[in-house]
């Protein structure tokens, strides 16, 4: 089975850099996702890891530890419109498994 | 953005009744999810399937079933719907295990 562990909720600042984590146990690991879900939509691919290491995507990174079982995000030049839902996913085996979400809240 | 409708977007069934929720995608993707969506359970999973006719269960399957007849419809059927199968519904697809594209949902409400 799969268990997946993230913040349920966190506060930045607007112009910050924030870092959501994510902890995982699952067998047959075959990649980490994480997703960004605005209120009322759907979640939308942010980014896939599979190899350890760190992963840049403008703006935003993640990182995976596999030994570790141990992923985060990171935003950085935090904009109002990064307020959202923060999904980390597993792959395991041919399943896709989500953990509860972190709500980033940024303020102003 | 992947070509994944899910119909119906909106629905209330009364207690008791059948209900099937579908997805239909035109990209091809082998593999297709469904998720149900409460607050404080974010997306878990229901059923899942990795080809025509091959499904399998995942965290919640009870009181759901599925079929995938043909590589871009997934049918998700709540076979007597109750009260606690009120929620979003979202359907998933991917091709190789990657990036997963997501349907726009479907709210469901038992009444």
């Known amino acids: 089975g799969q268990n997946i562990d993230q913040p349920t909720e966190m506060t930045a600042t607007e112009g910050a850099i924030v870092q959501i984590n994510c902890t995982y146990q699952t067998s047959g690991f075959n990649g980490l996702f994480w997703y960004q879900q605005h209120a009322g939509e759907a979640p939308t691919f942010l980014s896939y890891?599979?190899?350890?290491g760190l992963e840049e995507k403008g703006r935003f990174s993640s990182f995976l530890s596999r030994s570790k079982g141990y992923s985060y995000l990171l935003l950085k030049e935090l904009q109002m419109k990064d307020s959202a839902s923060y999904l980390c996913?597993?792959?395991?085996?041919?399943?896709?498994?989500f953990g509860a979400g972190t709500i980033l809240r940024v303020k102003s | 953005d992947a070509g994944i409708t899910q119909s119906p977007r909106h629905k209330v069934t009364e207690t008791g009744t059948p209900v099937t929720l579908r997805c239909h995608q035109t990209?091809?993707?082998?593999?297709m999810y469904w998720y149900r969506q409460d607050p404080g359970h974010g997306l878990r999973l229901i059923h899942y399937?990795?080809?025509?006719?091959?499904?399998d269960k995942g965290e919640v399957s009870d009181g759901y079933s599925v079929s995938r007849s043909k590589t871009e419809d997934f049918l998700l059927t709540l076979e007597s719907a109750t009260s606690s199968q009120t929620s979003v519904y979202f359907c998933a697809t991917t091709a190789d295990g990657t990036e997963a594209f997501f349907g726009q949902g479907t709210r469901l409400t038992v009444v």
């Open positions: 996913a597993v792959r395991e085996d041919q399943q896709l498994v």
């Open positions: 990209e091809n993707h082998r593999y």
């Open positions: 890891n599979v190899l350890d």
């Open positions: 399937s990795y080809g025509v006719k091959d499904t």
